[in-house]
């Protein structure tokens, strides 16, 4: 695997060149090259100001991300949905600045095109973590795992039966009234359809997402299951707050997806 690739695996992020204060560096004497991006979520997790800011807390920290072949964001909350990878080693101090940390004078860096436009430059670091420079800010970016993007809500108590009551010297006992069956649990989850990859997965999510406006407001369920023989599949899921909401949901996506909702899935 090529430097630019092993970057792309470990590490993500997104310079926001069109509200940067000053152009990134150009770099024509570097040869660039196609290269496959990381894939999976990035978050800000550091942000140090290169020139006075006004103040001490950077805007883009928390902030996620992603890089896929099919989509692209950046922690300003941009998007693009034809993304262009290119790499080369350069010095990291040219695309972040002051900031980059020392050690080899190159370093993996990837570019991010959205329409020709300059979209990102993310610089790799030794331990796996990506770096890039929006306006002042040399931001630092770690791939968020794979078990904080996957919240499954835990399941509702059921409720408790009240103790048997006793009138008096009266011997005969009064039952409780049969419990209610529960309604489901706000914010269960919807089955919606299976991939082959992670990444076939979010492409999957955008598409169904521009369908439903429910699902549109959401980050998408993603659940890797093992089916033996018929292989290792990726269950993607929506969230509903009740069953009319269920039903809502799997009427929006139409014909886009065969088995909706399967309890079988859940």
Not at 68 to 74: F, H, L, P, Q
Not at 97 to 119: I, K, L, R
Request: net charge neutral.
């Amino acid at each position: 695997m090529n430097p630019i690739a092993a970057l792309c695996a470990a590490s993500t992020v997104l310079a926001l060149a069109a509200c940067a204060s000053e152009p990134q560096p150009m770099m024509t004497a570097q040869v660039k090259r196609a290269v496959t991006p990381p894939g999976g979520q990035w978050e800000v997790t550091d942000a140090t100001a290169i020139e006075p800011a006004g103040t001490d807390t950077s805007p883009y920290l928390g902030q996620k991300m992603a890089l896929y072949e099919a989509s692209a964001g950046d922690p300003a909350g941009r998007s693009c949905a034809k993304p262009v990878y290119m790499g080369w080693e350069g010095s990291a101090a040219s695309v972040v600045g002051t900031a980059a940390p020392a050690g080899d004078a190159t370093s993996p860096v990837m570019e991010v095109t959205c329409d020709g436009q300059p979209f990102g430059t993310y610089v790799g670091l030794a331990d796996g973590s990506l770096m890039t420079r929006i306006n002042t800010w040399a931001l630092t970016l770690k791939r968020v795992s794979a078990e904080a993007m996957v919240k499954t809500p835990e399941p509702a108590p059921m409720p408790m039966a009240e103790p048997m009551k006793s009138d008096g010297p009266k011997t005969e006992k009064v039952m409780p009234e049969p419990a209610k069956a529960m309604e489901p649990n706000k914010g269960s989850i919807v089955y919606l359809a299976s991939y082959k990859t992670e990444k076939s997965a979010h492409s999957g999510w955008k598409v169904l997402a521009k369908k439903s406006p429910i699902l549109a407001k959401q980050q998408p369920v993603i659940t890797p299951v093992d089916l033996g023989k018929k292989g290792k599949w990726i269950r993607l899921y929506g969230l509903a707050a009740d069953e009319t909401e269920r039903g809502v949901i799997c009427k929006q996506l139409g014909k886009l997806v065969d088995e909706c909702g399967s309890r079988l899935r859940e």
